[in-house]
């Protein structure tokens, strides 16, 4: 595609709330081999999906979730669902499933590493504690500040 008219398809996507043709923009620009706009339309598919209240910490964590499970079903060809969080977040609500893969692991979850491989730093737990400090105690806030230092050194070298 010509500039103007990648331009052109990143305004509509940047203000569609239709989760079909943003699956059809990402599908397209795949097959067109137009990496950017394809990675656009997911990451505004993944904006919309949440029933949650835009902004909300509960929408933050299920787009987050959004993110890998469309990702993945991408990779793979086939639908993948992350069963053991999704689970997790029906026994103990998203608020303690989102302290624990933080602060209850030594290692970051491998959630957390499948979206830094994914260039979606943004949409690890970890960040998405640090977009809601008041939701955390420190402890947390400060392995999630630390993981994601770390993971940003490393990919800059």
Known sequence: MTHPAIDRVL???ENSTDSKALRQFAENARKKGEPTVAHAAELRLYEILPSEEPGSFEHDVWRS??????????????????????QKIARVGELGTVTDLIVGTKKPSEG??????????ELT????????PDKFDQ???DVA????QAASSTQTR
């Open 11 to 13: 305004r509509l996507i």
């Open 65 to 86: 979730i959004h993110a890998l499970e469309g990702t993945l079903t991408n990779e793979r060809g086939k639908t993948t669902r992350l069963g053991r969080t999704r």
């Open 145 to 148: 500040s630390q993981r994601l």
């Open 125 to 132: 737990f970890e960040a998405v504690a640090l977009r809601h």
């Open 112 to 121: 957390f590493t499948m979206l830094l491989d994914r260039q979606m730093p």
């Open 139 to 141: 402890d947390a806030l």
